[in-house]
């Protein structure tokens, strides 16, 4: 965040999330951020926020449905609930054709080289 930070913050500004940066340049590649409400190692506003301000960044993009936040109950562990949510947004991406999924189109496996 930098050295100015204390000097952002007692201005009233809003630092931008340490992430933010990154998590733009994926845009319009498939992003899908999964979560607990009860992480406090994983700052889970602060995801939260990070998320929102890169959906302006992914519908510029053309690729409003590449990015995907899941959130649920519990702790720090990865669950099954997190491996079936990233199933269920690979699925979604594809059949909605956003995105770029290596190439292929929705619906269609990518041709052989």
């Known amino acids: 965040m930098g050295p100015k930070l204390r000097e952002r913050v007692a201005r009233g500004e809003r630092p931008v999330p340490d992430m933010q940066p990154i998590v733009d340049a ?7 951020v999964t979560q607990a409400r009860d992480d406090a190692w994983a700052n889970p506003a602060g995801v939260r926020e990070t998320v929102l301000r890169a ?42 054709g956003e995105g770029q999924d290596g190439g292929a189109e929705a619906g269609k496996e990518p041709a052989e080289e």
Do not use: K, N, W, Y
């Not at 994926?26 to 899908?32: C, D, G, K, S, V």
């Not at 590449?66 to 949510?85: I, K, N, P, S």
């Not at 990233?86 to 059949?95: E, I, S, T």
């Open 26 to 32: 994926i845009a319009p590649r498939t992003l899908l």
């Open 55 to 96: 959906s302006t960044v992914f519908a510029a993009r053309g690729a409003t449905a590449a990015l995907r936040l899941v959130e649920r109950a519990g702790g720090h562990a990865q669950t099954l609930a997190d491996g079936l949510a990233a199933v269920d947004a690979m699925c979604a991406l594809r059949r909605s």
